[in-house]
């Protein structure tokens, strides 16, 4: 009996360290690791937090330059026809080019079927030398305006009556010119049609 007394101590004290380590140590680790799990979850967030504080910053620095390049967008496509705007913009285009004639014929406005802004194909014709037509196309190429010309003749010679140069040159080109309004069309000035509409 006195010889299993060391044994029957041994098995005793063996399956007490097993509880010990199934009812502490395992719980706790258990514990440890969920804890790990967590400051793993809130680093990851903090690194995300961190990424958006970054770009929301680079975002606040950029800020003047983007409602600078909105506002040129703006007005290179407005959000009415604006005709009146259009053709003062046109005339000061003729008027720094130096050339003898200037006619400006606006099209009705015609919504684009496929995305929402509208087309104005317009008339222009001018006549005068052969600089004062390659500057007004390159007043035209960096109009506030955007403009895209789907026709162009040149032709020599003008009305009697408007020029009496010899090398006077007449170029005659229909040029489109847009506007964000897509329910754009008589009477759209200076909203939308159905705005007008209901005004009348």
Avoid at 23 to 29: D, G, Q
Avoid at 55 to 75: F, H, M, V, W, Y
Avoid at 174 to 187: H, I, K, N, W
């Amino acid at each position: 009996m006195n010889r299993r007394a060391p044994v029957i101590a041994g098995a005793i004290a063996l399956v007490v360290a097993i509880l010990a380590v199934f009812i502490l140590v395992l719980p706790k680790m258990n514990d440890v690791s969920e804890v790990q799990d967590q400051l793993h979850a809130a680093e990851d967030r903090e690194t995300t937090l961190e990424a958006q504080l970054n770009s929301l910053q680079d975002a606040q620095q950029e800020a003047p330059q983007t409602e600078q390049e909105i506002g040129a967008i703006d007005a290179a496509v407005p959000p009415t026809a604006d005709l009146p705007e259009l053709f003062t913009l046109l005339q000061a285009a003729a008027d720094q080019s130096a050339v003898d004639f200037f006619s400006f014929t606006p099209g009705t406005p015609v919504a684009n079927t496929t995305s929402s802004y509208s087309t104005i194909a317009s008339q222009i014709t001018v006549i005068g030398g052969y600089f004062a037509i390659d500057e007004f196309l390159f007043q035209l190429e960096t109009l506030q305006r955007a403009a895209k010309v789907t026709t162009l003749a040149i032709t020599p010679g003008g009305a009697g009556e408007i020029t009496t140069s010899s090398a006077a040159l007449q170029l005659q080109m229909t040029v489109e010119f847009y506007t964000t309004d897509a329910s754009a069309g008589p009477g759209s000035i200076p909203g939308p049609s159905e705005n007008a509409t209901a005004g009348a």
